[in-house]
């Protein structure tokens, strides 16, 4: 469990909502005591070629990057943070719902729900010109 402490300038920021939501969670499932943590990444698919996803996870790999904020440890593989780096992950409560967001400087375009993106180097990926589900 030697996972590399992330702790340059380009980390992923988790809001003080976003962690506060990520507690509730913990509480309302029992898992407060047992070091469970957010992991965030990415993956190939989405109707923009990629998706971001998230889980509630007790595993730290020796690969991963860890940062705690607010209370709330956060797991990023390094694959995942190659997308990722500088991205901000909130957690709104709006009229059409709430919900985790991210807001990622890397994405050049996204779907409507904004659950997969697109960077300036994947363009033209296998995920361009596909229906977004979100709807």
Do not use: W
Not at 33 to 47: I, N
Not at 69 to 91: H, I, P, R
């Amino acid at each position: 469990m030697d996972a590399v402490e992330q702790t340059d300038l380009e980390q992923i920021t988790l809001t003080e909502n976003a962690a506060q939501a990520v507690k509730d969670l913990l509480t309302k499932r029992n898992l407060v005591d047992q070091d469970y943590a957010l992991r965030v990444f990415v993956q190939g698919g989405g109707c923009s070629g990629f998706q971001y996803g998230m889980a509630l996870d007790n595993r730290v790999l020796s690969s991963d990057l860890v940062t705690e904020q607010f209370g709330v440890k956060l797991l990023v593989d390094e694959m995942s943070l190659n997308y990722l780096k500088g991205a901000t992950v909130d957690f709104v409560d709006e009229i059409m719902g709430s919900g985790f967001k991210i807001t990622n400087p890397n994405a050049v375009s996204s779907c409507g729900c904004g659950s997969s993106f697109r960077t300036a180097d994947s363009a033209g990926g296998e995920g361009e010109g596909g229906s977004c589900g979100c709807h």
